[in-house]
Antibody, heavy 122, light 108 residues
Framework: QLQLQESGPGLVKPSETLSLTCTVSGGSMISRSYYWDWIRQTPGKGLEWIGSIDHDGSTDYNPSLRGRVTMSVDTSKNQFSLGLRSVTAADTAVYYC??????????????WGQGTTVTVSS | DIQMTQSPSSLSASVGDRVTIKCRATQTISSFLNWYQQKPGRAPKLLIYAASNLQSGVPPRFSGSGAGTDFTLTINSLQPEDFATYYCQQSYNTPSITFGQGTRLEIK
């Protein structure tokens, strides 16, 4: 049973970089083609897609995050990571990592981590 | 961006009821529409993908329909564990996916 688990600091200071890692267990990230996504959730904006990465390291990011996002993958550790630069209070959210299963007719987030709360505050 | 609007934002129902939740896209998205269930303090759970396909392990009382811009999630014979918040999500512009604002299903 594949599982995802987010890890990283729960508190980040304004203007600094938020860094989170998602560890995949119970299976390999390269056993089949999937995308590996980050999503965040706030009471005000709801669920917001941040970006995705595949096992080769190809990325796509939400344009609304204006170039502050970087994602990377380390298949030897079965991990992928999120970096979000120049954070403000608006980046306070629950951050989820998730696996995206896809084919020609769908792109669905079928396995999610439990989520981690990140607060931006001095 | 494709915007997704769900209706209603909240509804109350009783165990055994049949409920429908609607989702509308600002442009056609064919059948690239998924539904999720989220309970407090938990991650969303995939229920329906590609508008009408039941995710493995999801009870058959859940069903989805629609295509183009208008979609519906139906829950037949509500069970106590179904009271949660439901989200639609478009994947037409993959991977730039967007979610609806959610529909909170409460016990009457």
């Amino acid at each position: 049973q594949l599982q995802l688990q987010e890890s990283g600091p729960g508190l980040v200071k304004p203007s600094e970089t938020l860094s989170l890692t998602c560890t995949v267990s119970g299976g390999s990230m390269i056993s089949r083609s999937y995308y590996w996504d980050w999503i965040r959730q706030t009471p005000g904006k709801g669920l917001e897609w941040i970006g995705s990465i595949d096992h080769d390291g190809s990325t796509d990011y939400n344009p609304s995050l204006r170039g502050r996002v970087t994602m990377s993958v380390d298949t030897s550790k079965n991990q992928f990571s999120l970096g979000l630069r120049s954070v403000t209070a608006a980046d306070t959210a629950v951050y989820y990592c998730a696996r995206a299963d896809y084919d020609d007719y769908y792109y669905a987030l079928d396995i999610w981590g439990q989520g981690t709360t990140v607060t931006v505050s001095s | 961006d494709i915007q997704m609007t769900q209706s209603p934002s909240s509804l109350s129902a009783s165990v055994g009821d049949r409920v429908t939740i609607k989702c509308r896209a600002t442009q056609t998205i064919s059948s690239f529409l998924n539904w999720y269930q989220q309970k407090p303090g938990r991650a969303p759970k995939l229920l329906i993908y590609a508008a009408s396909n039941l995710q493995s392990g999801v009870p058959p009382r859940f069903s989805g329909s629609g295509a183009g811009t208008d979609f519906t999630l139906t829950i037949n014979s509500l069970q106590p564990e179904d009271f949660a918040t439901y989200y639609c999500q478009q994947s037409y512009n993959t991977p730039s996916i967007t979610f609806g604002q959610g529909t909170r299903l409460e016990i009457k």
